[in-house]
Structures are given as C-alpha cells and as structure tokens.
C-alpha cells in the first residue's frame, strides 16, 4: 500500500513520520521542512485565531529527530490587545529535540506616507513552464544561471548562482489541508538550502530558521529567493525573500554549521518525480 502524500500520519504514540518526511542528510532522520510545519500546526492550532494572525515564527532545530513518533507541547508566554506569544516544544522518547516561538498580531490600518522599498521582486515561474493547476505539482527551482531561469531538475541549478524554489509543500498530518501558516513555515525551512547550495552542492545544515511575515500566502503555492550568504570557519548565515503570486511576503534567515562530511550533491539528480496516492 502506497502512503498518504503528508509528512506525518497520528497515532496513539504520537505523529510518525512517513517516508516524504525522511530527510537528505539521513535516512533515519525527519526533514526541518517536515518539523518546521508539525511546529507551526501546532502553534496555530493552540493560539491562532480571534483576529490575531501569525507573523513570526522562530525554529532551534537542536537535536535530530528520529523517525519515531513525536509529540507537541505548546504554552502562552504573552496575551495582550494586539500582540500574542506562544511557545512551543517537539518532544519524543521524552526529550526537547526542536523548540519554537510564535508571534500573532492583530492586523490593522497602515500609517500615512511612504516607505523605501528594494526595486527589484522575486517572481513565479511563468505560465509556460509551471501552469498554475490544482493538482500536486513537483517543486520548480530557479537559477540566475539557468537558460529558462526555472525547471524541476535540481542539477541544472547546480552552480554559484543565485537559487529560488516555487513550491506546493505536503500536508503536515494526513488527511488535512495544511493551512497558509504551515505552507509559510515549510517554504521558509529552504532558506538553507536557497543559500548554502554551492557549485559541489550543500554542506550546510541550518540549525535554525526566523520567518517573519507582512501578510500570510496566498494559495497553495509559496517560492523563496536566496538575497545573500555569508560564511566563515564553517558557520554560515543565509537570508531570503518569500513570497507568493501576488508579490513579496516576508523574510528569512537561518543559521548553519558545516557538515561537509555529509555533503549533499544533485549532479546528476533527474527531476522530481510525484508518488502515486494509495
């Protein structure tokens, strides 16, 4: 039997990964991508809502997480008029291996006046090459280097320059549609890989990530653009741009330590390829 196409399925024990959750680094080892969304589910789910929307999510991805069942935590730091915080902890064989924080706030009118603003915007990919559809479509990945700027093949990007992904991420939790703050948090996890993926792939594995939001996405589909990447004695910090069809989002950034022993390289990598649905 096929499994569902979702990062984790509930059980009694807690959410179990299925193998879209597996990561690259490690085939015993949960994806941030898949974590980053079970954290933010969980954070909205406890303290979303009542007019308050979400618009900073802070992930320490400080231990691995093993495939084996996972449970969340969350608690209420601050509850006020127009600003909420929430915590919350991934928990499994009874120990913290990712933490998390949320910020909602209570939209309201903008100020008067202008504001300074960078010229340039990232962009979909065009019609031609990812139609907009309601089916699961593979991630596209971008290249400024690339001829056609976008394709579903990670090798072809594979070079030192600037990388942006368009994607329709799984569901957290099988058999719910995630909501626009999961799609945000598991668009937001690839800063590391937008921005550490170099011309001998990635060997940079982020320990963290901040996603700061203006407004959430719009439908399914979310992109990220790599702004900048900077590193030194194997530390690293990488920022990027999110957003949508409508235009930019918000911003991330992520921090990351060398693993090149474990680098991981796409030469070669044919295109992504959607797994049948059971």
């Given at each position: 039997?096929?499994?569902?196409?979702?990062?984790f399925?509930?059980?009694?024990?807690?959410?179990?990964?299925?193998?879209?959750?597996?990561?690259?680094?490690?085939?015993?080892?949960?994806?941030?991508?898949?974590?980053?969304?079970?954290?933010?589910?969980?954070l909205?789910?406890?303290?979303?809502?009542?007019?308050?929307?979400?618009?900073?999510?802070?992930?320490d991805?400080?231990?691995?997480?093993?495939?084996?069942?996972?449970?969340?935590?969350?608690?209420?730091?601050?509850?006020?008029?127009?600003?909420r915080?929430?915590?919350?902890?991934?928990?499994?064989?009874?120990e913290?291996?990712?933490?998390?924080?949320?910020?909602?706030?209570?939209?309201?009118?903008?100020?008067?006046?202008?504001?300074?603003?960078?010229d340039?915007?990232?962009?979909?990919?065009?019609?031609?090459?990812?139609?907009?559809?309601?089916?699961?479509?593979?991630?596209?990945?971008?290249?400024?280097?690339?001829p056609?700027?976008?394709?579903?093949?990670?090798?072809?990007?594979?070079?030192?320059?600037?990388?942006?992904?368009?994607?329709?991420?799984?569901?957290?939790?099988?058999?719910?549609?995630?909501?626009?703050?999961?799609?945000?948090?598991?668009?937001?996890?690839?800063?590391?890989?937008?921005?550490?993926?170099?011309?001998?792939g990635?060997?940079?594995?982020?320990?963290?990530?901040?996603?700061?939001?203006?407004?959430?996405?719009e439908?399914?589909?979310?992109?990220?653009?790599?702004?900048?990447?900077?590193?030194?004695?194997?530390?690293?910090?990488?920022?990027?741009?999110?957003?949508?069809?409508?235009?930019?989002?918000?911003?991330?950034?992520?921090?990351?330590?060398?693993?090149?022993?474990?680098?991981?390289?796409?030469?070669?990598?044919?295109?992504?390829?959607?797994?049948?649905?059971?």
């Amino acid at each position: 039997m096929n499994s569902p196409l979702a990062f984790f399925d509930t059980t009694p024990d807690g959410y179990v990964a299925l193998p879209f959750a597996v990561s690259r680094w490690s085939p015993d080892m949960v994806s941030g991508v898949a974590l980053c969304g079970l954290l933010a589910r969980a954070l909205e789910n406890g303290h979303g809502g009542d007019g308050f929307v979400p618009t900073r999510l802070t992930v320490d991805l400080f231990r691995p997480a093993r495939t084996r069942p996972l449970t969340t935590a969350t608690t209420t730091v601050r509850e006020g008029k127009r600003i909420r915080v929430a915590d919350a902890e991934l928990l499994q064989d009874g120990e913290t291996v990712a933490r998390a924080s949320a910020v909602f706030l209570r939209p309201s009118e903008q100020p008067p006046g202008e504001v300074w603003t960078r010229d340039r915007r990232p962009s979909p990919p065009p019609a031609s090459i990812a139609p907009p559809t309601d089916a699961l479509t593979p991630p596209y990945f971008g290249s400024d280097s690339h001829p056609d700027g976008w394709s579903t093949s990670m090798f072809e990007h594979q070079g030192v320059s600037r990388k942006r992904m368009w994607a329709r991420h799984l569901p957290v939790v099988a058999g719910e549609e995630p909501s626009q703050f999961e799609r945000a948090a598991m668009a937001g996890e690839p800063t590391s890989l937008m921005t550490n993926w170099g011309s001998e792939g990635v060997g940079f594995i982020n320990v963290d990530l901040t996603l700061v939001l203006a407004r959430l996405p719009e439908g399914p589909d979310v992109g990220i653009e790599a702004d900048d990447h900077i590193s030194s004695d194997g530390l690293a910090v990488g920022t990027a741009t999110m957003f949508d069809r409508g235009g930019p989002i918000g911003t991330c950034v992520v921090s990351a330590l060398s693993n090149a022993r474990r680098q991981v390289d796409f030469a070669g990598q044919g295109e992504f390829e959607i797994p049948a649905t059971n």
